[in-house]
């Protein structure tokens, strides 16, 4: 199966649970925007079986780990996962808890001014948040 070398990589065993996992979030034509919670609900939706909320929690965190998923922090309690891993930017919906891709050259040039000794800028992603 094709998830195989990915779970290994990720230091996973392949188990069927966690070859669910995989399909959901990487056969798909689209990339998408997720909560652990989120991701519960439709593994049970499209493959119809109940996997475990910490194996759901392990196997997303092991992937984000090895950059195959990246971490939208929101708040303080509350934290997303994108399938996409490019560098870019995101709306948030406050109403609808959705976050939203926002196109790179939708985002003027931003100036960091400050600089932290010994350390330079991997990336730059704003996150805007939406209210009605």
């Not at 995989?22 to 109940?50: E, G, M, P, R, Y």
């Not at 922090?73 to 994108?82: G, H, K, V």
């Not at 196109?103 to 209210?131: A, Q, R, T, W, Y």
């Amino acid at each position: 199966m094709k998830y195989i070398d990915k779970l290994r990589n990720s230091g996973l065993r392949p188990t069927k649970q966690r070859l669910q996992i995989c399909k959901v979030l990487f056969d798909t034509k689209k990339t998408f925007h997720f909560t652990i919670n989120d991701l519960a609900k439709k593994i049970k939706k499209q493959i119809n079986d109940n996997i475990s909320l910490a194996t759901i929690y392990n196997t997303i965190h092991a992937f984000e780990k090895k950059g195959y998923l990246k971490q939208i922090p929101i708040n303080s309690n509350e934290t997303y996962f994108d399938t996409n891993i490019s560098d870019h930017h995101h709306f948030y919906d406050l109403k609808e808890e959705r976050l939203i891709d926002l196109e790179n050259s939708d985002v003027g040039p931003i100036n960091i001014k400050k600089k932290i000794n010994g350390k330079k800028i991997k990336s730059v992603e704003v996150l805007v948040k939406l209210e009605d």
